[in-house]
């Protein structure tokens, strides 16, 4: 079964910063990747999807990751970082058949002024 | 259009009760997945629903049961709660479940305390 992993449980950067957040997935190449952003006291919004038509992935808010099997990463990035983009991150992967989704343990994203 | 609804938002139960969660999916999604979040991890999946059935369960014991009704909302039950059930509850919905393309879309929660 598919799983995956999220380096770095918290990553703080400054305004303005570049964001890298990383995500590895455990097995077969998945057909599907995602990544969620939590804001706090709220439920999980979709940044954006890799569905393998592309491996570079533009998503909502600025954000984009790079598919890359070699690695077997799927790490999300933004060239500069705002205070709004303080949140908790989740990489996901389909568990096996089906939409039902695995979750990474998040990695909890700080912004300093 | 209304997003995923869940009721309630929050909830203290004692050790040993039942609670029942509920949730009301997008309109015109048939399926409804329900997922627990422990405080400082990623959700875990719970179970799935499409068309009224059972297409999917996690790793979680029989004291953990759900059902999906005819207007596709869903009800998530927990019999003979533990300290450890504490966490947020999460409601996700989708067009189906054939693709794993199908997006899920989450509600905002059910925060569940067990005192």
């Known amino acids: 079964a598919q799983s995956v992993t999220q380096l770095g449980s918290h990553v703080s950067v400054s305004e303005g910063a570049l964001v890298l957040l990383r995500c590895n997935y455990s097995s077969s190449v998945p057909p599907y990747l995602f990544w969620y952003v939590q804001y706090p006291n709220q439920g999980l919004q979709l940044l954006l999807k890799y569905t393998s038509a592309a491996t570079l992935v533009k998503g909502i808010n600025g954000f984009e990751a790079e598919f890359k099997k070699s690695e077997t990463s799927f790490h999300l990035t933004k060239p500069s970082a705002h205070m709004s983009d303080a949140a908790e991150y989740f990489c996901a992967a389909p568990r096996d058949a089906g939409n039902m989704l695995t979750f990474g343990g998040g990695t909890r994203l700080m912004v300093k002024p | 259009d209304a997003g995923v609804t869940q009721s309630p938002t929050h909830l203290i139960k004692t050790r040993g009760q039942h609670v029942t969660l509920r949730c009301s999916p997008i309109?015109?999604?048939?399926?409804v997945s329900w997922y627990q979040q422990v405080l400082g991890q990623g959700p875990q999946f719970i179970f799935q629903?499409?068309?009224?059935?059972?297409?999917g369960r996690g790793n979680f014991p029989d004291r953990f049961s759900a059902r999906q009704f005819p207007n596709y909302s869903s009800e998530l039950n927990v019999n003979a709660l533990l300290l450890g059930d504490s966490a947020l509850y999460l409601c996700a919905s989708s067009l189906a479940t054939g693709g794993r393309a199908y997006e899920q879309y989450f509600g905002p929660g059910t925060r569940l305390t067990v005192t």
């Open positions: 309109s015109g999604h048939k399926s």
């Open positions: 629903y499409y068309e009224k059935e059972e297409r």
